[in-house]
């Protein structure tokens, strides 16, 4: 299995800063893509940014130009550095990770979640 820890949720004020670290563990496994997920209560699980290992991102609109994505590919980690935070920012954020493994002789695709960091805006 290819495990994922999060660190770096919090309470932070509206306008505030928060970055959140997720890295990527486990055995014979090669990396594709880091990304960000978060679900707000009551809303469905949505897309927040994905970094490729060749450092191709996407971002959703609603936090273009706030949020960064970064990853370190030699570590397995990733990281979210949120600015400019908002209220409708609070949710708990999910670190992803997409790949291969290798099992026995034959290399599969993964994907893995971790458990979620919540992040909250509010004064």
């Known amino acids: 299995q290819v495990q994922l820890v999060e660190s770096g949720g919090g309470l932070v004020q509206p306008g505030g800063s928060l970055r959140l670290s997720c890295a990527a563990s486990g055995s014979l496994f090669s990396v594709e893509a880091m990304g960000w997920y978060r679900q707000a209560p009551g809303k469905e699980r949505e897309l927040v940014a994905v970094?490729?290992?060749?450092?191709?991102?996407n971002y959703a609109d609603s936090i273009q130009g706030r949020f960064t994505i970064s990853r370190e590919n030699g570590k397995n980690t990733v990281y979210l550095q949120m600015n400019s935070l908002k209220s409708e920012d609070t949710a708990v954020y999910y670190c992803?990770?997409?790949?291969?493994?290798?099992?026995?002789?034959?290399?599969?695709?993964?994907?893995?979640w971790g458990q979620g960091t919540q992040v909250t805006v509010s004064s």
């Open positions: 970094i490729t290992t060749g450092g191709s991102t």
């Open positions: 992803n990770a997409r790949g291969k493994r290798l099992y026995g002789v034959q290399w599969r695709p993964f994907d893995s």
